[in-house]
């Protein structure tokens, strides 16, 4: 399959996405791509602590919050029908925004089945991805004292492709819903 190039203007911004063809899908039941149609081209990235991600810290909630904090909620329409899906990546985000506050929390009632199901689920993640990335090991000593472990370089699919995807399809839905009225759609199930 070749790739090919989609430039798109939205709010002012200039994105240019990289687009893999998609299969003759007809987004009906199972017949969907597994991948958006977007190269995510890899980058070098610094692994190191951040205090604003930290549990005890007094922007902890703020910052995990505006982490899956974008206009579509990691939601993209797709196909002729514009069925709806979410975004792997920030279903990811959301349950670790939702580990964190569960860790924050100073009662049981934060302890429910999304609990359960965001580490069960972000298991799942973690040995599908099978990632064998070397990384430095860490006494544990040193992480109660300096609570961070040293930074190291990782390599990463370009997550700014998948925000601006993710925004592109977003604006690109809502000028469909301006331009041809009221629109609706039959949620996944565990979506509102």
Known sequence: M??????????????????????????????????????????????DCSVRYSINSSVAE??????????????????????????????????LDGLS?????????ALDGHVGHCLNYLRQVFECLADGTEEPVVQASMLKSQTCAPPFIRECSNWSTLYDFISANYVAFHEFKVKNGSWSCEWPQGYP
């Open 2 to 47: 070749q790739d090919w190039e989609n430039k798109t203007q939205y709010a002012n911004i200039q994105v240019t996405l990289h687009f893999r063809p998609y299969s003759k899908a007809a987004y009906i039941g199972k017949d969907y791509p597994m991948q958006l149609p977007i190269k995510l081209e890899p980058v070098q990235v610094q692994f």
């Open 101 to 109: 506050k569960a860790l924050r929390s100073k009662n049981q009632i």
């Open 62 to 95: 703020e910052v995990w919050t505006k982490s899956t904090d974008i206009q579509s909620g990691g939601i993209v329409r797709l196909g002729p029908d514009r069925r709806v899906f979410a975004i792997a990546m920030f279903h990811q985000l959301h349950c």
